[in-house]
């Protein structure tokens, strides 16, 4: 048994504490934030999208990303942050907009979002989570160019659980798509099995049964300042609480993590890519749809969470920065008007903005540093909410001296 301390009470900090106390260790995790589930976990699209991962990062991205930048209410905005890092970082993703680099992406991606999905079920289980939204609806990737959806259909594999469907089966299966009049839909691709989730709810509920766990030493409302070092070994972490000791330590800050690794010449190549949602009410006049749908071309998802519709949406390269811009919301609402419009009550629908914690090559980055008892669990991107529970048993089996469960090629730390 160890003693550990976890950075980060978002989804992959408590997933991982949650997956080590069930190994048997000792668990304190550090949350800088007065709740849980304040950062990018607090009102992600909630998709729970294991077998459509789609790395943004491919061949043909740079060429379709201007086009999106000069229609103002294009999925992408790029605006200097007076950082080197923002540089740097799009330098490495333009590295990896290429089709080898992106299959071999999806591939790991693939592996890792199959092997998430079990580790779902069984936390799922032994946590009793009961109050989480959970559905299983299914994903529709819906294309509004045929050529698009041609590329798409031709590339689904045919063994496989997707389905390439024409507008009308589009349509019967989810006839709310038919509802703004001239239906903009060329086709689309259907996985059966996707999940939809409170992410938000099941945090917190989490939160709750690593409370009352035996192994649990409780939550420290503190900042992470730094590391204590001791020849090449992680000792303690320096906190606004006082210094914390530890046989290991799981740096699962989200997007601070790489400021907190830095010092120790660990950089993390994270980015903040700005997302917003918007929660809408939905009421009994009201035809949201019932599976999960991902606007392709709009990078714009749709999930029936309970009684409220969630929209997101919006790739925003404008650094730390989670204000309300008037402007993209006003394009989002645009967007779920022409698309969705008797889906929910947009008049009450609650904005939101995140910061999705993205590496260039969109893959998290897990497992051990260069420092002995320094690990992590980071870089989870757009499909945090999905990746975490896989991400945090192979932290939790690495930590335990068990082989990886799955091979971490691409997915270790490596030189950005
Ligand atoms: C608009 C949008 C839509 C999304 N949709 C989906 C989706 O449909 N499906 C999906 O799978 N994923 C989705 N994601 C991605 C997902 O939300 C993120 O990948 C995930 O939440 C990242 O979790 P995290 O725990 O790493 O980071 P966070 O949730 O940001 O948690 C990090 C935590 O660390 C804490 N922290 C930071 N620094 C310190 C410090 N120094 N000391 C102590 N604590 C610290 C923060 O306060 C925070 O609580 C979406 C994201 C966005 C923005």
């Known amino acids: 048994m160890k003693q550990l301390v976890v950075i980060g009470g978002g989804v992959v900090g408590l997933t991982t504490a949650w997956a080590l106390v069930q190994a048997g260790h000792r668990v304190t995790l550090v949350e800088r934030a007065a709740a849980l589930a304040q950062g990018a976990s607090r009102a992600n699209g909630g998709q729970l999208s294991y077998r459509y991962v789609s790395p943004l990062a491919d061949a043909g991205v740079p060429l379709k990303a201007l086009g999106w930048l000069l229609d103002r209410d294009g999925p992408l905005r790029l605006r200097p942050d007076g950082t080197l890092a923002q540089w740097r970082w799009l330098g490495a993703f333009l590295a990896h907009c290429k089709a080898s680099t992106n299959r071999r992406t999806t591939a790991r991606l693939l592996a890792l979002g199959a092997f998430s999905q079990r580790c779902f079920l069984e936390l799922q289980r032994e946590a009793a989570l009961n109050a989480i939204e959970l559905r299983t609806p299914g994903k529709l990737v819906v294309y509004r160019k045929p050529a698009a959806f041609e590329r798409a259909a031709r590339q689904s594999d045919p063994k496989g659980p997707e389905r390439a469907m024409s507008r009308d089966e589009c349509l019967a299966l989810e006839p709310a798509l038919g509802d703004c009049g001239e239906p903009w839909l060329a086709g689309g691709i259907f996985t059966a099995g996707e999940a939809v989730a409170d992410c938000h709810a099941m945090c917190l509920q989490l939160g709750r049964r690593l409370e009352q766990h035996p192994n649990f030493r409780g939550w420290v409302h503190a900042h992470a300042l730094g590391f204590v070092e001791e020849h090449g070994r992680v000792v303690a972490l320096r906190s606004t609480e006082g210094e914390l000791a530890a046989d290991g330590f799981v740096l699962a800050a989200g997007l601070q993590s790489a ?137 939790a089996d690495l930590i335990s001296g068990r082989p990886s469960p799955l091979d971490l090629d691409g997915l270790a730390l490596r030189a950005a």
């Open 259 to 395: 400021a907190l690794a830095a010092p120790l010449g660990i950089r993390l190549p994270l980015y903040p890519l700005k997302g917003y949602s918007l929660s809408a009410p939905i009421g009994g006049q009201h035809r949201p749809p019932a599976v999960s749908v991902t606007d392709f071309e709009r990078k714009t998802l749709y999930a029936r969470i309970g009684q409220q519709l969630r929209v997101a949406a919006m790739v925003d390269l404008v650094g730390e920065d989670t204000s309300l811009d008037p402007s993209r919301l006003a394009a989002l609402h645009r967007n779920v008007l022409a698309s969705f419009p008797k889906a929910a009550d947009y008049s009450q629908a609650v904005p939101w903005a995140g910061l999705r914690p993205a590496t260039p090559s969109g893959a998290p980055m897990l497992g051990a540093t260069p420092l002995t008892g320094l690990w992590l669990n980071v870089g989870h991107g757009a499909l945090g909410f999905t990746f975490s529970f896989g991400s945090a048993r192979i932290l």
